[in-house]
């Protein structure tokens, strides 16, 4: 008889305790998944930056390595125009260059990986939701104090008795 009330006082000390605490640390728990969101998107970004240092370190290895490209890449970076013989080259409209920056310079829609709370974590943190909470897990912890704590001792009447001065008589 002992285990068994042993075992539903820590089932339902155990169960109360957590719903307690959830319901006291709700803010700290949705603190928690933003922040983690959020460093999810830094790392996405820090990927990326790595990546362009990546990639500009092998077009500066091939700029060392070949000069001619400099001189290919001159006239369209500084604005010069070309003259080289037997070439041809297309001439554009501002609102085509236009176009074509616009279309670079656009990130790709890529939605960015978010993990968004919980969907229980959102519900538990509603206010009314997130007081009948507290109430139940406290009465869930009172419950298991009051029905399932340590058993009722005997009752054994200690009687006190107080001796009486014989020698002092009305």
Not at 9 to 35: K, P, W
Not at 49 to 58: C, H
Request: hydrophobic letters at 45%; glycine letters at 6%; a negative charge.
């Amino acid at each position: 008889m002992r285990v068994i009330r042993a075992i539903v006082f820590v089932v339902f000390f155990s169960i109360g305790a957590a719903i307690l605490s959830a319901t006291v640390l709700c803010d700290d728990f949705l603190e928690y998944f933003h922040n983690r969101n959020l460093l999810r998107q830094a790392g996405g970004g820090l990927e990326k930056l790595k990546d362009l240092d990546a990639d500009y370190d092998v077009v500066i290895g091939q700029l060392e390595g070949d000069p001619c490209q400099i001189a290919r890449l001159a006239p369209a970076t500084l604005g010069i125009e070309p003259n080289e013989p037997n070439t041809a080259y297309p001439l554009a409209s501002a609102d085509k260059l236009a176009a074509a920056k616009q279309a670079l310079s656009e990130e790709p829609n890529e939605p960015a990986p978010d993990e968004a709370t919980p969907e229980w974590l959102g519900l538990c943190c509603q206010w009314p939701r997130r007081h009948i909470l507290f109430f139940c897990g406290a009465a869930l912890v009172l419950i298991s104090f009051v029905f399932f704590g340590s058993p009722k001792r005997s009752s054994r009447s200690i009687t006190v008795t107080t001796k009486e001065s014989s020698g002092a008589k009305k």
